[in-house]
């Protein structure tokens, strides 16, 4: 059997879709819709499932199966379900608030199990659908409807955390940057285990041009630095700086100064992700920012072969559950 | 085989008690499993500090266990005690009130030096007070000592050694009432099989135990209880936790779907996960999450996916499921929640029985969001509702609660086993593929207003589900006031129709007459045999036991009216009592006990007698 060829039109579901106009999750959607069909997962395989957050409401306008559930707890839905049904392709859409404040517990603990789905954060920086509050990933200083003197949180990013949890896939892309957004939800789904891919998403009404300095295309060569596994880092408009390592920093350098040789070659496949954190602490206006997959590294077993894999394994050695044989094992006596 | 006298006694209750680390719940487990395999029936009841290991020989520290072993069927562990096993003075002072006048009394001398009762906060020796050498029967015996020589030539050190002496007691209480050691020496021999010296050291002290018994002076006589008169069968002895996950085991048996069971540990539901775990060659899956949220939202995700899912917890978890559960109703997806309730509010008294959730169970959650609710009256009775429930799930698309306590969870009674192929089959249809050009419509209902479990994979039926409201029908995100008001309404039809399919509620006595008690869960026992004593002398008092809480049997209004009045013991300050009374205004009269431990059957008849017509001041 021949699978039909799909094309991104038929990902979409009959819903009017309802964001601000402007709003950088368009686009990610767009990037979704069009990647889908490469996979060649049919629609029916395929599950969204977001929490709460403007983001979140991705999956309505999906022509998949979807679930839209509670703030912050994508996750764990998404890990029942793949324990469960393997077959499935699973995607978590998630903002930054949803995956990493009220949702933060989970977020650490589907990454450190391992479940075989992919998450997307879209990351605004800011509290969309509640009007403007300040987020974890909100800069220090930064005012917002809930900080009128500035945040003092310092924040937090979710790269980081995701390594610290020893995921096994992570990386980073931009709404604004379509063709690399698709190269990284490719991979994204290739990867077998959990994959998080965090998306810088310009909320044009809250928190407009927070990451300008790395969505528009103008500023992105000078403070965005890509990615590719086995070459050296380097960036800038005409390519003239890259980065290295020195002792256990981090440094820019111009490569009119130095060798090449010398330049940082990215090893994604590093099960030591000490390099990659280092990575993912590089940020502007310091350091250029990091896109492309920071880690991904393969053949980790993942929670939902080693949850069934058990039930094989029980199976095997002690053949298929009977009733009768459960109520009668221990002592029982006979009332005649 | 003994040369003592034999005296014959209709049932025995008994409790073990001494410090948390003395091995207590391991005593009674076995005289229970022994007892009930003597064909006794049985009943009991742990109580335990919740400490692991409370400060040792501290009144705080006690740990106990009671069972009663009968000749009749019998369904409570007992009021008061005919013989009462203390290893140290804190446990003689916390239990000694409820021995009776001339019961016996066994006290490990060993364990009442002056370092002890400076420990339990008492002046002098217990052992030495007139009061109780002329109350109760007394037995002195140097378990420690005794068992120390009946395991010397097993070289453990003095501290092993000394753990032993649970089974030298254990040994003495089986002589006391003739109990087989065989079922112990089994449980040794499966127990500590693998340190053979252990295992030869544990089954010496329990045959220095009985022989102790059988030749010191000390013991006239010994007491035999026979076999019950239950119905023909194979029994086992089943505690409550265990009943409910083997009944967990079969609904998924009976309905064809593998399980998955989410949850996070808190007592005293754990042991259903324990068991559950055993049993991964029945397609068990089970998911030991960060915390409660994501046990129950693991469970949606399952459900979703078309699996048996179901979660579980204690109040405090229950109460974080909350969210989730809202969803779960509004998604109409099947699935199960069991609360094992214990003394509350918050952390409250984690090893204690109570039945303070049911409020929390009905209106726990935000908006308009009933669910189905039952309650287990009885350890074996958790198979039967745990399969109930998911039975109702299923025909309703709808979470349903199951409202066990701690009583329930711990307590233990001879089982009946069902024969596989007499339960009956729990039938699931998934709609199948869909046509291309036909819109798929996930919120269409059929004659129970349940709508379709269309689960992913299935082509042609792609489709959203969410907490927002809900377009009647599509499915499709809605915000219009009147489809709102037609789906809050239909959900609550879709529970409150439930009744029409749940048995009628019956009654033990006459349908009508001076008092009705209405109980709910683990106070079933006391409730019953306290109105069977009542009716035995000579009062119209009837009994109704509520298993079905949500929606209630739909006979249950025209009950409560047919009797002058209406008493609803419960363990809280008035749950049951206050649904009765704004659903079917009916007066009922509480009797309230927030103690963290059960109706005692002398309470429960005192306040019966008090709101009987004789007793009621002209
Ligand atoms: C339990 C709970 N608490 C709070 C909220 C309110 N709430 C909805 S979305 C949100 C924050 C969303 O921010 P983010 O995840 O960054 O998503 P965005 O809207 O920016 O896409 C909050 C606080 C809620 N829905 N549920
Ligand atoms: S509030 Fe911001 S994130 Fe939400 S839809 Fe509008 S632009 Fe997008």
Redesign the interface.
């Known amino acids: 059997m021949t699978l039909p060829i799909l094309k991104a039109a038929d990902f979409a579901s009959d819903q009017d879709v309802r964001w601000c106009p402007g709003c950088g999750d368009y686009s990610i959607l767009a990037q979704m819709k069009k990647v889908l069909p490469d996979l060649g997962v049919p629609r029916e395989k395929t599950v969204f499932i977001s929490g709460i957050g403007c983001s979140s409401r991705f999956p309505y306008y999906m022509n998949t199966y979807g679930m839209h559930s509670i703030h912050g707890r994508a996750p764990t839905f998404a890990t029942g379900l793949k324990a469960t049904r393997p077959d499935l392709m699973v995607w978590v859409i998630t903002g930054d608030g949803d995956a990493l404040s009220i949702g933060g517990n989970h977020f650490i603990h589907v990454l450190r199990r391992n479940v075989d789905l992919n998450i997307v954060l879209f990351n605004n920086r800011i509290y969309g659908l509640t009007k403007g509050q300040y987020s974890p990933t909100t800069s220090e200083g930064q005012v917002t409807k809930s900080t009128p003197m500035g945040s003092i949180d310092h924040p937090l990013s979710p790269l980081s955390v995701a390594l610290a949890a020893e995921a096994t896939f992570v990386a980073r892309s931009i709404d604004a940057h379509v063709k690399h957004l698709g190269m990284v939800l490719k991979r994204a789904a290739e990867h077998k285990g959990t994959s998080l891919v965090e998306v810088y998403q310009n909320c044009n009404v809250f928190n407009d041009g927070a990451m300008a300095y790395a969505q528009e295309r103008k500023q992105r060569a000078e403070n965005v630095v890509e990615l590719e596994h086995g070459k050296p880092l380097v960036f800038g408009k005409d390519s003239e700086k890259g980065i290295r390592l020195v002792g256990n920093h981090l440094q820019v350098v111009e490569r009119s100064e130095v060798p090449d040789d010398d330049l940082l070659i990215h090893d994604e496949k590093d099960p030591n992700p000490s390099i990659q954190m280092m990575l993912a602490r590089m940020r502007y206006p310091e350091m250029p920012e990091p896109i492309g997959v920071l880690r991904d590294v393969q053949n980790i077993a993942t929670y939902d072969d080693q949850i069934n894999d058990q039930v094989t394994q029980a199976r095997q050695a002690r053949g298929e559950g009977d009733l009768q044989a459960l109520f009668t094992s221990g002592d029982t006596w006979v009332v005649d | 085989m003994t040369n003592k006298d034999v005296k014959s006694v209709t049932g025995i209750t008994v409790r073990l008690a001494g410090d948390s680390g003395d091995g207590m719940q391991l005593l009674g487990t076995q005289l229970t499993?022994t007892s009930?395999?003597?064909?006794n029936d049985v009943a009991t009841f742990p109580d335990f500090p919740a400490e692991i290991r409370a400060p040792r020989g501290t009144r705080a520290g006690v740990s106990g266990f009671q069972v009663q072993f009968a000749k009749e069927e019998i369904f409570t562990p007992g009021d008061t005690l005919d013989a009462l096993v203390v290893m140290n003075p804190a446990a003689l002072v916390t239990n000694i009130g409820d021995l009776r006048k001339g019961g016996i009394l066994i006290a490990n001398e060993d364990g009442f030096t002056e370092k002890d009762f400076k420990l339990a906060k008492v002046d002098a020796n217990p052992l030495e007070a007139t009061v109780i050498n002329d109350s109760y029967r007394l037995f002195r015996v140097n378990m420690t000592d005794l068992t120390r020589k009946a395991v010397s030539e097993h070289g453990l050190s003095p501290k092993v050694a000394d753990r032993c002496k649970n089974f030298f007691a254990m040994g003495l209480v089986y002589w006391l009432f003739g109990r087989s050691l065989d079922?112990t020496l089994?449980f040794i021999e499966a127990k500590f099989g693998k340190k053979p010296d252990v295992a030869a050291a544990n089954e010496a002290a329990l045959r220095a135990g009985w022989a102790y018994g059988e030749t010191t002076e000390a013991f006239g006589e010994s007491y035999q209880v026979e076999?019950a008169?239950?119905?023909?069968?194979?029994?086992?002895?089943i505690m409550g936790n265990q009943a409910l996950a083997?009944g967990l085991?079969?609904a998924s048996?009976l309905s064809n779907k593998?399980l998955?069971y989410?949850t996070y540990p808190i007592t005293p539901a754990s042991d259903i996960l324990h068991e559950l775990t055993k049993?991964?060659?029945?397609?068990?899956?089970t998911?030991q999450?960060?915390?409660e949220?994501?046990?129950v939202?693991?469970?949606?995700?399952?459900?979703?996916?078309?699996?048996m899912?179901v979660t579980a917890s204690s109040g405090p978890g229950i109460a974080l499921k909350a969210?989730?559960m809202g969803?779960g109703m509004m998604?109409e997806l099947p699935m199960v929640v069991i609360n094992v309730q214990r003394g509350g509010p918050s952390t409250g008294l984690p090893t204690k029985t109570e039945q303070s959730d049911l409020l929390q169970s009905m209106f726990g959650r935000n908006g308009e969001s009933p669910l189905p609710i039952v309650a287990p009256r009885s350890p074996g009775d958790c198979f039967d509702m745990a399969i109930e429930a998911w039975r109702i799930a299923v025909e309703c698309m709808v979470p349903v609660m199951i409202l066990s306590d701690g009583y329930i969870a711990n307590g233990s009674e001879p089982w009946k086993?069902?024969e596989?192929n007499e339960?009956s089959e729990i039938k699931i249809e998934h709609p199948e593929a869909g046509e291309p050009d036909e819109p798929f419509l996930p919120y269409l209902r059929d004659e129970n207003l349940s709508r379709p479990w269309a689960i992913?994979?299935?082509?042609?039926?792609?489709?959203?589900?969410?907490?927002?409201e809900k377009q009647h029908e599509t499915g499709?995100?809605s915000y219009d006031p009147a489809n709102h008001q037609l789906m809050v309404q239909t959900r609550a039809n879709k529970v409150a129709n439930i009744a029409q399919r749940i048995p009628e509620q019956d009654v033990v006595g006459e349908t009508s007459g001076d008092l009705l008690v209405v109980s709910w869960g683990g106070t079933y026992g006391a409730c019953l045999t306290a109105v069977r004593r009542c009716q035995e002398a000579g009062h119209r008092v009837s009994h109704a036991h509520i298993r079905y809480l949500n929606p209630l049997p739909r006979n249950i209004g025209d009950l409560l009216k047919s009797f002058d009045r209406v008493l609803v013991p419960e363990l809280n300050t008035g749950q049951l009592r206050m649904l009765l009374r704004s659903e079917y205004l009916v007066d009922c009269i509480g009797f309230n006990k927030v103690q963290g431990k059960p109706f005692s059957v002398s309470e429960l008849i005192e306040a019966i007698e008090k709101h009987l017509p004789s007793a009621v001041p002209a």
Do not use: S
């Open positions: 499993n009930a395999l003597a064909g079922p089994r076999a008169e239950l119905e023909p069968g194979t029994y086992r002895n083997w085991v079969a048996k593998e998955f989410g049993h991964k060659n029945f397609g068990v899956r998911f999450a960060e915390d949220i994501a046990a939202c693991a469970t949606i995700g399952a459900a979703f996916g078309g699996t899912a969210e989730a969803l998604l086993l069902p596989p339960l992913p994979g299935t082509e042609g039926l792609m489709h959203r589900v969410g907490g927002l499709n995100v």
